[in-house]
């Protein structure tokens, strides 16, 4: 096959993402390859800082979800510390995070994959963005841009800013919820909860109608691993890591989190700058696993809210007695997740002790090593740092939460290619949907690279000799 | 009291001051701003960072107004374009220098050099840039220094020296090599001069000096305690 | 249709946070929607580089060969260039790694920390400048307006005063960090 082939960037403008398509002798589709284009050096540069500057460095990865990496980073500064956070402020870094998990979802749902639904794969290059949904379904991107709203109002009511918010520190959180704060998120948390379940009544309907890519947007077997509580139900913050099989089998469960590199490995691949984590037991690259939320509602047992809860029954149905396997069901299972989420804000703002004042633990580090673990939008993230007897950083590694989805997301896309690709002869919607494959992961690559952004894509065919036949660019 | 007045003009404006006085000193009474960052009441002025120069009808060449008395008659020019265009560049080598990554520095939102950039109109930095490979130095149980921030403006240094007594800080080197040192150049953690009072952390307009264990934006300087140190000092026998 | 602001948005060494906080403006959003025509952007599918840009906003620093490119073709179809927040105006975090080697940054995050094929990447991907840079050190820039991230409402002040045809003075409400 054609390895030898470098499609050299240096000449071409080219988006931060792009997938080579490997043909045989036949000219039928072989292999895909997506490469991630971008690198960062976060586990490198931040060498030399004092680990309490983790939280601030790390969020700079990310601005779509700053607060994943806020919450990973200051929970292995918590370990570091050895220390156990008050109870209120783990609360508090939970609405954060769930503050978070709702603008995010928002985004991936109504900004960035509803033009595919709602205008068509096949529709107008040009106006298939958040602008082109408005002029045509206004009411729609209303509710999204007011969901997205409520997500960061909340943080930025928290953490006074709506992006790289300095609130989450090592031990806890700097400041205390203020009532008026609480009020306010309660007062406009039966519009968000109104919205989400009429957008997923409106979408249970609406997927139907997308059979074809239902069957072929990265519609296979694998692994599923994520958070869940002790008790097994859905979670975004602590818990136990669990694994799963495509027959909801439980393959691990009730892992540390902390020892996550005893059953996660890395790969790193020559095409990308994207490492391909793996699950050690089952060897590279047999190891494929997701995560995120399609993951995240295959491992657990229940949501443990029960509008949530109802939800997932629907879910389940999808594929009685098993887990749920289209990536193209990623998009209902982050609306139930918004759901979820919602709930959850409501729950920890009536809970008694939220406005407790005690929200910091005060310690020294007390180990060289720690690891923090939460749960992103997008997927299980991993902080891990060493720190010298001063407090200063030594190494980091950090496996984000698109990353864990890169050996299924070339799976995805190169199903998706033999399915839509015939030949050199390439049909405009096809490029449109090999990419929607991967954004129905919904892949941050900022985080994924610690680089960049959503996804401009360039396409490229390559035949068995290595020629290249035809490039599509898009972004 | 033998005190003599003198009526000088700043920026048109006529105002008088007692003899001894700086122009800064007499600027500031009057409401007249002028932008200092090595300056601090309560420590001997040095004209080190040249961020106060003004211009004086008659005299060549720019003057600092923390270290140039007042005198009669004198007509000072605090705000012209030439003086605005030379803060601004000071501005810009003192971030250029060094490694100032304002946005997770611990002393964002509370860094005179930051409020100095926006004070001056800095929206970009017109010189290269150096990215000098420097560390932090977190050997205090308390407190660390992180020489990437530091602009040299010596107020720990003069703090350490004139108000502890302690003269634990004090420079090394030379131009671009300048640092600032505890002791004969040892971790500060072993340092033997070093009371561990804090003056120090407190008086650093950057987030160079800190307090351990704070997190971005953590770190306010309290500056409130200088005047009051030297007015206790001033009103003893 | 043709009276609009041909508005440009571009990603290179940033965290997207800027392009967040643009999206930040809200129902603003809407409002811009009358008066901006987007034609590049990374929450939208279009074509390499369009023509006759009026105004690219661009975020982030330019780390690599492709970052690189991409300014120097947006800068060439662009009539304005903003440089979009801390990172595109002084490097910010991005050129935290300027204190390394480019290949002490590699070996860490894909030799050090792999468990196998531990490779540095060197096909298809772009290779890493020397250092990760301010936009204005390779193109000519016209606004510099800071922030990590700026936030919505500076963002919607300066692009009103551009679309107003007026040049804003982002220092006077934004700040570094």
Redesign the interface.
Known sequence: MARTIVIDPVTRIEGHSKITVYLDDQNQVADAHFHVTQFRGFEKFTEGRPYTEMPAITARICGICPVSHLLAASKACDDLMAVKIPPTAAKLRRLLNYAQITQSHALSFFHLSSPDFLLGFDSDPAQRHIFGVASRYPEIAKDGIWLRKYGQQIIEWLGGKRIHAAWTVPGGVNAPLKPETRDKILEDLPKGIEIVRRTLDFWKNEQQKFKEEIEHFANFPSLFLGLVTPEGNLEHYDGFLRVVDADRKIIADKLEPTAYHRHIGEASLGDSYLKAPYFKPFGFPGGMYRVGPLARLNICDACGTPLADRELQDFRALRPGGAVLSSFYYHHARLIEILFALERIGELCNSADILNTHVRAVANPNKFEGVGVSEAPRGTLFHHYKINEQGLITWANLIVATGNNNLAMNKGITQAARHFVNGSDVREGALNRIEAVIRCYDPCLSCSTHALGQMPIRLTIVSAKGEILREIARG | MSESILTLSIDGKDVSAVAGQTILEVARENGIAIPTLCYLQGLTPVGACRMCLVEVKGVPKLLPACVTRAAEGMEVTTQTPRLQEYRRTIVELL?AER?H??????S??HCEL?DL??RV??????V??R?????????HPRF?V?HNRCVLCGRCVRVCDEIEGAHTWDFMGRGIECRVITDMNQPWGSSETCTSCGKCVHVCPTGTLTE???????MKKRLQFLPYLTLMREARP | MSNKIRLATVWLDGCSGCHMSFLDMDERLLELADKIELVSSPIMDAKDVPPNIDLTLIEGAVSSEEDLHKALAFRKNSKLVMAFGDCAVTGNVPSMRNMFDVDEVYNRAYVETADTQKQVPRSVVPALLARARPVHEVIHVDVHLPGCPPNADIIFYVLSELIAGRMPDPMKIGKFG
């Not at chain 2, 109109?121 to 017109?126: K, P, S, W």
């Open positions: 971030f490694n990554v304002c946005a997770v520095c611990v964002n939102n930051q950039a926006r109109g800095m929206n970009h930095v017109r290269p840039y990215y000098p490979r420097l560390g932090v130095d977190a050997t660390a992180d351990k264990g704070r997190a971005a934006a953590e």
